[in-house]
């Protein structure tokens, strides 16, 4: 079994940082990528970033130049560090990763979500 475990929201005012992490554990074959995705009240879930073999990263356009992605391929954790937050960032973020766990079967994984709350 393949768990993703998120960590890091809270409630932050706007201008703040948080740090969010997602780590994964079980029957890991290789992870072929890992992101984060959000979803606020009323709105579809979006990619905010992704992280693809470790090197190439996507971003959501509102959030360029704010958050950063990086991945800890040693501990199978891929992290958001997320800095001048606004409101409008406050959502649930959800990890994302696609998963090997053998040499011919995988699939896509989610985390529980973590929230994440940005007062003005």
């Known amino acids: 079994q393949v768990q993703l475990v998120e960590s890091g929201g809270g409630l932050v005012q706007a201008g703040g940082s948080l740090r969010l992490s997602c780590a994964a554990s079980?029957?890991?074959?290789?992870?072929?990528?890992m992101g984060w995705y959000r979803q606020a009240p009323g709105k579809q879930r979006e990619l905010v970033a992704g992280?693809?073999?470790?090197?190439?990263?996507n971003y959501e356009e509102s959030v360029k130049g704010r958050f950063t992605i990086s991945r800890d391929n040693a501990k199978n954790t891929v992290y958001l560090q997320m800095n001048s937050l606004k409101p409008e960032d406050t959502a649930v973020y959800y990890c994302?990763?696609?998963?090997?766990?053998?040499?011919?079967?995988?699939?896509?994984?989610w985390g529980q979500g973590t929230q994440v709350t940005v007062s003005s």
């Open positions: 079980g029957s890991i074959f290789r992870i072929n990528s």
């Open positions: 992280l693809i073999s470790g090197l190439e990263t």
């Open positions: 994302n990763a696609d998963i090997m766990i053998n040499m011919y079967r995988g699939g896509l994984y």
